[in-house]
């Protein structure tokens, strides 16, 4: 049994934890929000503030638990974790704040699970990324035709290409460059595309739904969401984990299960058909993403190099990594998380990350083949991104291994038993 100190099951305190999350994600280092609204130091500085306040209300309210709060193994979990990121900082003499940032990310979800389960929390990131997707839906598709012709217009602001964006506040829609791609609030689609098939697989996998079809609801509103990305990755790893979910669950034995197949098959190649006889210009953006997935293609090229650099540089100094401006700098878009992360932090350290990941996987609902398919679904995610410092890159995964910890005495204790 998991010691926690929850709060109180009543409307405010969930509510306060739906805005405490959601506005860490409005405030992350790949929000358009931190880039070109507020400024990237004051929103890193917003989420720094909110964090602190959240954990003094909760001291406060659960003072009379302080020593027990304060001598948990959650405390030394938690230096454990600052050891594997700060002592390759200090080895190397390399003064960055990333390393602050990638450990100010990992507490987070120490600090969470002082409180709500990982279920719990994943069942609010699902209902705040499905409100935010089908928002964005809302804007990209209904208000941006409004906003062109001046029936609605809202502030605009430029990104550092030179790209015009509709400020819709908890959407960003592209005016001017790339305007078939679906932003949400983040700074390039790639990006928000790791968010939304993130909140797909914990739907799917962790959630606990008390009705079935709100997950149904979630998982249409998230799909036509990664689809309106025209991420290649995005795509790839949705269709992993809906091929996962359809075999492990067995829906084509279902009526529902079989005519919703069908209706999906039959409305894909009617669009397919659609574009490729039409050819509008949709076409061309569809068919470069799937272009993107071919050797010689400047995208594919630029993942693969960022794979292969990394792992090179890690065998000069595998035991603490190399400078994290080096690893960063060393090509024009490093865009793997998982060898950046050993690159810089070394093979030691660099574990953490891919450990999280696992207790967050294999915690959840399934068969162990099916879990495999969906970590690798989710891998695709964040390695085409660089995101070792963002928040939600670690809070679900840390949070499943802080439980996966909590559990280890019940689960010795039980095998001694059985011995």
Same mark, same amino acid.
């Given at each position: 049994?998991?010691?926690?100190?929850?709060?109180?099951?009543?409307?405010?305190?969930?509510?306060?934890?739906?805005?405490?999350?959601?506005?860490?994600?409005?405030?992350?280092?790949?929000?358009?929000?931190?880039?070109?609204?507020?400024?990237?130091?004051?929103?890193?500085?917003?989420?720094?503030?909110?964090?602190?306040?959240?954990?003094?209300?909760?001291?406060?309210?659960?003072?009379?638990?302080?020593?027990?709060?304060? !001598?948990?193994?959650?405390?030394? %979990?938690?230096? @454990?974790?600052?050891?594997? /990121? #700060?002592? +390759?900082? =200090?080895?190397?003499? *390399?003064?960055?704040?990333?390393?602050?940032?990638?450990?100010?990310?990992?507490?987070?979800?120490?600090?969470?699970?002082?409180?709500?389960?990982?279920?719990?929390?994943?069942?609010?990131?699902?209902?705040?990324?499905?409100?935010?997707?089908?928002?964005? !839906?809302?804007?990209?598709?209904? %208000?941006?035709? @409004?906003?062109?012709?001046? /029936? #609605?217009? +809202?502030? =605009?602001?430029?990104? *550092?290409?030179?790209?015009?964006?509709?400020?819709?506040?908890?959407?960003?829609?592209?005016?001017?460059?790339?305007?078939?791609?679906?932003?949400?609030?983040?700074?390039?689609?790639?990006?928000?595309?790791?968010?939304?098939?993130?909140?797909?697989?914990?739907?799917?996998?962790?959630?606990?739904?008390?009705?079935?079809?709100?997950?149904?609801?979630?998982?249409?509103?998230?799909?036509?969401?990664?689809?309106?990305?025209?991420?290649?990755?995005?795509?790839?790893?949705?269709?992993?984990?809906?091929?996962?979910?359809?075999?492990?669950?067995?829906?084509?034995?279902?009526?529902?299960?079989?005519?919703?197949?069908?209706?999906?098959?039959?409305?894909?190649?009617?669009?397919?058909?659609?574009?490729?006889?039409?050819?509008?210009?949709?076409?061309?953006?569809?068919?470069?993403?799937?272009?993107?997935?071919?050797?010689?293609?400047?995208?594919?090229?630029?993942?693969?190099?960022?794979?292969?650099?990394?792992?090179?540089?890690?065998?000069?100094?595998?035991?603490?990594?190399?400078?994290?401006?080096?690893?960063?700098?060393?090509?024009?878009?490093?865009?793997?998380?998982?060898?950046?992360?050993?690159?810089?932090?070394?093979?030691?350290?660099?574990?953490?990350?891919?450990?999280?990941?696992?207790?967050?996987?294999?915690?959840?609902?399934?068969?162990?083949?099916?879990?495999?398919?969906?970590?690798?679904?989710?891998?695709?995610?964040?390695?085409?991104?660089?995101?070792?410092?963002?928040?939600?890159?670690?809070?679900?995964?840390?949070?499943?291994?802080?439980?996966?910890?909590?559990?280890?005495?019940?689960?010795?204790?039980?095998?001694?038993?059985?011995?």
């Amino acid at each position: 049994m998991i010691d926690r100190y929850p709060f109180p099951e009543k409307t405010v305190y969930k509510v306060l934890l739906a805005a405490y999350l959601f506005l860490i994600l409005y405030f992350t280092r790949v929000s358009q929000v931190s880039h070109y609204l507020i400024g990237f130091y004051r929103a890193q500085f917003v989420s720094l503030l909110l964090t602190a306040g959240a954990a003094l209300f909760f001291l406060i309210y659960r003072r009379k638990d302080f020593k027990r709060i304060v !001598l948990n193994y959650r405390v030394a %979990l938690a230096l @454990l974790f600052a050891a594997a /990121i #700060l002592i +390759p900082m =200090v080895c190397k003499r *390399d003064w960055q704040m990333m390393y602050f940032s990638i450990l100010f990310s990992i507490l987070i979800g120490v600090f969470l699970s002082y409180f709500v389960t990982c279920c719990q929390a994943a069942k609010v990131y699902t209902l705040i990324l499905t409100a935010l997707a089908a928002y964005s !839906l809302l804007t990209f598709f209904l %208000l941006r035709p @409004l906003a062109d012709r001046g /029936i #609605l217009p +809202p502030p =605009v602001f430029v990104n *550092d290409y030179g790209g015009e964006f509709y400020n819709f506040l908890f959407a960003f829609v592209p005016k001017t460059l790339v305007r078939e791609r679906n932003f949400g609030i983040f700074r390039e689609p790639g990006v928000y595309q790791f968010f939304l098939v993130l909140a797909l697989y914990l739907s799917f996998y962790h959630v606990d739904w008390e009705k079935h079809w709100h997950m149904w609801l979630c998982t249409g509103i998230l799909c036509v969401t990664i689809l309106s990305t025209f991420s290649t990755g995005a795509v790839l790893a949705m269709g992993l984990l809906l091929i996962t979910v359809y075999f492990e669950r067995k829906l084509y034995r279902e009526k529902s299960g079989r005519i919703l197949t069908i209706a999906a098959l039959v409305l894909t190649a009617a669009v397919l058909g659609y574009l490729v006889i039409c050819k509008p210009p949709l076409y061309t953006t569809l068919v470069y993403m799937f272009r993107k997935v071919t050797p010689g293609n400047p995208s594919f090229d630029d993942r693969f190099e960022s794979i292969r650099v990394n792992l090179h540089l890690l065998s000069f100094n595998p035991k603490v990594g190399r400078n994290v401006s080096y690893i960063l700098e060393i090509i024009q878009d490093n865009t793997s998380s998982t060898t950046i992360l050993f690159a810089i932090l070394g093979v030691i350290s660099g574990w953490l990350h891919v450990i999280a990941w696992a207790c967050l996987v294999f915690r959840g609902k399934g068969h162990v083949v099916y879990k495999l398919v969906c970590l690798l679904a989710l891998a695709i995610t964040f390695n085409t991104q660089n995101l070792i410092s963002e928040p939600y890159l670690w809070i679900f995964p840390i949070m499943a291994l802080v439980e996966c910890v909590g559990e280890l005495p019940a689960r010795i204790a039980s095998k001694k038993k059985t011995a």
